[in-house]
């Protein structure tokens, strides 16, 4: 017995190993939280790159003719394009709209009335009311506004949606989380006066 004992008492109090327990029980919460920061950091730069590139393709489609500079067929192709090429994020998929009011005032709102016959606040085309038509197509709408870059003094509401998977796999340790990163940015930006503005007309029903 106590030649047993005098061995199991050096191993009872024998510490040459844990360093590597104790690292075993933090490496897993300690890789969470860099991946985590790494992670946070690259959105926080994301969003930033994104909203800027986005503000001044606008505002450099917002001229005459505009010159953006990059491939494309049309100005929202080209607005596209130059925020991709303004922002490094592999894998990802920028889609960009634009639809043109006549003033900021439009923005997301419907076309104005203005004859409300039975004074109800909404139009009725059985009372005959008479709306401006914002976008000029002939009918009524829940918003005023119409599908791309118009014309002079028109006011442009951008917005643009970037996918794209992590790039650092925090999904992979918090099963919660996402595996892709989704994000959505507005501008409005009014078009330098180069020409007059055309006024929308009125129409009754």
Request: charged share 20%; with cysteine; aromatic share 8%.
């Amino acid at each position: 017995m106590t030649l047993l004992s005098k061995p199991l008492r050096r191993f009872a109090q024998d510490e040459s190993g844990v360093t590597i327990v104790e690292f075993a029980l933090i490496a897993l919460p300690m890789l969470v939280m860099v991946i985590g920061g790494l992670d946070f950091g690259y959105q926080s730069y994301l969003r930033a790159m994104m909203q800027g590139s986005l503000n001044d393709a606008a505002r450099t489609a917002s001229v005459e003719n505009p010159i953006i500079g990059v491939d494309g067929d049309s100005i929202e192709e080209q607005v596209e394009n130059m925020i991709r090429a303004s922002v490094v994020a592999p894998g990802s998929e920028i889609k960009v709209t634009q639809k043109s009011y006549f003033d900021f005032s439009d923005i997301g709102n419907p076309e104005r009335l203005m004859t409300d016959h039975n004074e109800n606040g909404k139009f009725d085309a059985s009372d005959g009311d008479c709306w401006e038509d914002a976008n000029g197509n002939g009918q009524y709408d829940l918003d005023a506004g119409s599908s791309g870059n118009r014309g002079a003094n028109d006011v442009v509401f951008y917005t643009a949606t970037l996918t794209m998977p992590r790039l650092f796999p925090v999904h992979a340790f918090l099963p919660s989380v996402p595996d892709e990163l989704s994000y959505s940015f507005q501008t409005a930006v009014r078009n330098q006066p180069y020409d007059d503005q055309v006024a929308p007309g009125v129409i009754c029903a």
